[in-house]
């Protein structure tokens, strides 16, 4: 199956900018994604982003709300629709008129499936918190105490455990945390300081 998306232009330049209500992204989040676990991803990736944005990048509400939106819905279509992931809810997307960049950065959260290079800051985050949320929170549920005292080298301890979230690819979280300019240790600090306020 592939996931190509054998384009690399994503909605129209005159709609940048423009974005939909909170309110509505969870709509569509709660209508599209039935699984739980999903949804719970989405939300703590949603606000790895939003926190990134505000605190590392500065930027204002608005610009926090791009990056929160990629987040929140850049996975929707994978519960109902893998065949069509990434396609199905860009396409959803660019018929509501929503800026491009955001829809970029959905498009590019895994290049290796659908052919799309990260190129802006929002875009490698995203890439880079995808992969290494789902291998802090599987980490989590292991932990007696969940994320309560959670600490770097425990992470990177699972890191190295091929046969801890096997699923999570590690070469995929070196390559994103490279070109987003990051050390891998100063993604999951910020991980484990920001996903255990998140709760479905
Ligand atoms: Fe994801």
Redesign the pocket.
């Known amino acids: 199956m592939s996931l190509l998306l054998n384009r690399n232009s994503f909605g129209k330049e005159v709609n940048k900018g423009n974005v939909i209500s909170k309110n509505e992204a969870l709509q569509l989040l709660n209508d599209w994604v039935l699984n739980d676990k999903l949804r719970l ?2 939300l703590q ?1 949603a606000y790895l982003m939003k926190s990134w944005a505000d605190e590392k990048e500065q930027l204002n509400e608005k610009d926090q709300w791009r990056w929160e939106m990629a987040g929140l819905l ?2 929707a279509d994978w519960d109902q629709w893998p065949e069509q992931h990434c396609q199905k809810i860009i396409s959803e997307l660019e018929k509501s008129n929503i800026d491009p960049e955001i829809l970029h950065a959905i498009a590019s ?1 895994g290049p290796s499936h659908f052919g799309v290079e990260p190129e802006t800051q929002m875009d490698k985050m995203l890439y880079a918190f ?1 992969e290494l949320s ?1 291998l802090i929170h599987a980490y989590s549920l292991i932990r007696p105490d969940g994320y309560t005292g959670m600490e770097l080298k425990g992470v990177k301890k699972r890191l190295k455990e091929k046969s801890f979230a096997a699923n999570v690819s590690r070469e995929e979280i070196q390559d994103a945390c490279e070109r987003a300019g990051l050390s891998i240790d100063e993604v999951i600090q910020f991980i484990i300081q920001h996903q255990a306020d998140v709760k479905l």
């Open positions: 991803h989405m990736v850049h996975d959260h995808d789902g």
